[in-house]
């Protein structure tokens, strides 16, 4: 059986939280908030492979939002927190 398609949304940034995916694939590992933005470390995950999983989340890029912006999300099979019934996600197409 495959996997069912993955589901996009957008969330506004002060909503993210360790364990949500981004709609390019990233999963955040790092979620920090102050009054204007909101500070996050996502990763390439590889559930299929744990070496190059751990390898990947020790490589983690940056990344900083506004606080107010929204960002693209998606739930894919292997995404642990799912964010599309929080009162700010907007179901994509």
Known sequence: MSDPDPI???LLAEHLVEGMS???????V???VDDR??????YTPRSDDP?????NR??????VYRIDERVDL????????DGTEY???ELGS
Request: charged fraction near 20%; glycine fraction near 2%; proline fraction near 5%.
């Open 37 to 42: 933005n909101v500070y996050t470390h996502v």
């Open 58 to 63: 020790s490589e983690t890029e940056a990344r």
């Open 51 to 55: 070496n190059q999983d751990a390898s």
């Open 74 to 81: 998606a739930v894919f099979p292997d995404t642990t927190i």
């Open 8 to 10: 996009f949304y957008s």
């Open 30 to 32: 790092d979620v920090s």
């Open 87 to 89: 009162p700010t996600a």
């Open 22 to 28: 981004t709609a390019d694939g990233q999963d955040f």
